[in-house]
Each structure stands twice: as C-alpha cells, then as structure tokens.
C-alpha cells in the first residue's frame, strides 16, 4: 500500500523517501515534490482499483444485477483486512486543501470512470434511470467505505448492499434484447 495510504496524505516527505528507498534529489526531478508524487500515486492506484471493480463484477456472472450487489460484496471483503484505512480518494479530496491540486482531477476522473461502469450495468439491467441509479450507488460505495473506516462494527458494507437493491429494484423496461 505505501505511506501515503497506511498514514495518509499528511505523511512526511521523509517518511515517502524511505519507504521508496530513493533520494531527495530523486523525488523532485521526477515528481516535482510531494504533491506530483501523491498525483502519480493516485493515478496508479485508479487503474488498479477500476480494474478490480470490472474483475469483481465479470466474476459474478452475466445478471447486471448480481454483478452490481457483488461490489459491496467485494467491499465487504476489503474492509475486512488488516490494511483497510477507508477510500484513497476520498482522503485525498479531504486532505487536498487546494482546490486547484491535480489530485482532485485524479480522483474527479476516478469516480467518472467507476459511474461510467456502473451505468453500463444498469443500462443492461433495464433501469428507467442508470445514470441517477449510477450515482446513487456510487455514493453507497463511498459511504460504505467511510464507514468501514470509521465505524466497521455497523456492517456497513451489508447496509450499504441492502440500500443498494432498493435503487436497483425500482421499476424497470425489460433488459435489453427483450420484450
């Protein structure tokens, strides 16, 4: 995961070099300072984490619906192990004070991605409204992950699964491909 994860975006340029095992020197040329490193960092880790959402819905079979219910599975699971410290990009909105930080576009895109993704699914599901329901959702993701960071012992994930099949059982046209 990295200091920037396990100890947060205030973590110290020190504590950066060390874990990278790089000099001063090098940080600076590559990335600018600590704010270029966070931005790269962010990048990297939105690939990564887009791909597991696309892996955890493939794995769940063909039904837009299971596919979708499988992510808070998915983040059920995440949030249970022992590194878990709740969503990167969310901190890092937080902890960005200026509004201006290249981090904000990073985690801006992210979360456009992910929507894409999830309306994709509840276009194929039928929903009257897949972008709202997209957006729903993806506010239920957040606040799960929130609360797997501050308050686990409320199952948030499960609650967050449960509301989550209210806006995908609201009234729907048939899936695509038939009538």
């Known amino acids: 995961m990295g200091p920037a994860y396990s100890q947060g975006m205030g973590v110290g340029v020190d504590a950066l070099l ?16 600590k704010d270029g490193l966070i931005t790269e960092v962010l990048r ?13 819905m493939q794995a769940a079979g063909d039904d837009p619906r299971a596919r979708l219910l499988a992510v808070f599975d998915g983040i059920a699971a995440f949030l249970d192990t022992p590194d878990f410290r709740g969503c990167r990009y969310l901190a ?13 576009a990073i985690t801006r895109e992210y979360r456009e991605r992910v929507t894409r993704l999830l309306e994709h699914e509840l276009l194929a599901l039928g929903h009257l409204q897949p972008e709202r329901a997209a957006h729903q959702i993806l506010l239920l993701i957040d606040g799960a992950l929130a609360a797997g960071a501050t308050c686990p012992e409320t199952h948030p994930a499960a609650a967050a699964r449960q509301l989550a099949e209210q806006v995908l059982d609201t009234p729907r046209r048939p899936p695509r491909g038939k009538a």
Do not use: C, I, M
Not at 18 to 33: Q, T
Not at 92 to 104: F, K, S
């Open 18 to 33: 060390k874990s990278a095992n790089v000099a001063r020197r090098s940080l600076y040329e590559d990335f600018g300072g």
């Open 44 to 56: 990297r880790s939105t690939a990564q984490d887009e791909a597991t959402y696309k892996h955890t």
């Open 92 to 104: 890092a909105d937080l902890a960005l004070a200026d509004p201006d930080h290249p981090g904000h």
